[in-house]
């Protein structure tokens, strides 16, 4: 069969969010079960004069309903061509009964960027229909369609769509629902990368934009609410860490304030191949199924490393850094469970003998976290780190196994 053609159409803007976060097992990806169109990922059309960065918050925050969204980086864009006699409309209509402007109107609406099949072409006018479909039957079965005359100028034969990792700033619930457009009720949920979800046609391709999820994350251990895994090379958990080391709140105890850390840092200094590479165990902490801040811990091996705690070689002694991310999970005794915790862990699976630990003199709320842990005041360390463009005294504290 042959269809009338359309050449030289403008392009519709369209984006899709990857709205991405650490999941205990590995990455994993939001995505919505549409009650007839099967699942899918938080897509849109940019609005006209909108950036398509704004786009992508716009319409992910519209579909998801969270509000804390933020956008991590632009994945690229790629272009599609409608197949032969098929188009999608540039904006909202009501099309004519007629190919004039004059014309009656349908009642229905055929929206901007709906697929429609054109049958006819007569000066500067389509006539097209569109038609709606319960993917989740197959063949997709008929529900209904609309068609009549549009003007060909608000006609699109190609779109460009760009695509971009999003992170939730706050924790949600696993799953939820969510009202869209025409009234339907979509289901949300996280989903893992690996294996990758079942998503409808042309979407399980978008996903080549992403990294091949890494191995199987390694979960050293889960107690009620919290767990601790092995940080992954992958996007999910870099971004998490960018944003908990580009808030300042963080920052005033980890780092300093002066040292924000963009993306590319964070891949840099934060990668788990060179931090095994120098004995070093980066994890990420999660509370509740959603991760919530980082923990290294590493063994104390030469002379040079005993000196920094201004300890003896005395062997068996390891060490650690850590920090809640999430600011409003401070104050509620979650870091003194964490280091309990994960020193039960490390003395039952490590030749650990001591465990010890540098917080800040004047972080008193890190310093009665670990003492409620079980965590000990060794002594003062004067001037022990550079921090925020100055020296700062530190409080070396031990936690020692139980012998027996």
Request: hydrophobic share 40%; glycine share 8%; charged share 20%.
């Amino acid at each position: 069969m042959t269809h009338p053609t359309l050449t030289h159409r403008p392009l519709l803007q369209k984006i899709t969010a990857f709205i991405l976060r650490p999941g205990l097992g590995g990455p994993q990806i939001l995505a919505f079960q549409h009650p007839s169109a099967g699942l899918q990922l938080p897509a849109g059309t940019v609005d006209p004069g909108e950036a398509p960065e704004a786009a992508a918050l716009r319409e992910a925050g519209e579909e998801t309903g969270l509000t804390r969204l933020r956008l991590v980086t632009d994945l690229g864009s790629e272009t599609a061509r409608a197949l032969e006699g098929q188009a999608w409309l540039l904006r909202s209509l009501r099309p004519l009964d007629q190919p004039h402007p004059r014309a009656a109107e349908a009642a229905q609406i055929i929206a901007r960027a709906w697929p429609v099949t054109i049958d006819d072409l007569q000066e500067g006018y389509a006539h097209v229909v569109y038609t709606e479909r319960d993917l989740n039957h197959t063949p997709p079965a008929f529900e209904w369609s609309v068609s009549g005359w549009v003007p060909t100028a608000d006609l699109a034969t190609g779109q460009l769509r760009h695509f971009y990792h999003l992170e939730a700033c706050a924790p949600t619930d696993p799953g939820w629902q969510q009202r869209g457009d025409r009234g339907h009720l979509f289901q949300f949920a996280w989903l893992p990368l690996d294996p990758p979800p079942a998503l409808i046609p042309p979407q399980d391709g978008w996903l080549r934009h992403l990294p091949a999820p890494p191995a199987p994350a390694e979960v050293l251990f889960e107690q009620g609410d919290l767990a601790l895994r092995e940080l992954q090379p992958h996007p999910a958990d870099y971004a998490a860490l960018q944003r908990w080391l580009s808030d300042p709140r963080v920052l005033e105890f980890y780092e300093g304030r002066d040292q924000a850390f963009d993306l590319a840092r964070v891949m840099r200094d934060f990668d788990p191949a060179a931090a095994a590479a120098e004995g070093e165990t980066p994890c990420l902490i999660f509370h509740k199924g959603w991760a919530a801040g980082y923990l290294q811990f590493y063994p104390l091996r030469s002379d040079a490393d005993y000196a920094e705690y201004g300890l003896p070689n005395t062997g068996g002694t390891w060490a650690m850094d850590l920090f809640l991310g999430q600011p409003e999970l401070w104050g509620r005794g979650l870091g003194t469970k964490l280091l309990t915790a994960f020193s039960a862990w490390l003395f039952a699976s490590t030749p650990a003998a001591a465990l010890v630990v540098d917080p800040h003199a004047d972080n008193a709320r890190a310093v009665r976290a670990y003492e409620k842990a079980g965590f000990r005041k060794v002594k003062l360390l004067p001037a022990h780190e550079l921090h925020e463009g100055k020296m700062v005294d530190c409080v070396l504290m031990e936690k020692e196994a139980v012998s027996g």
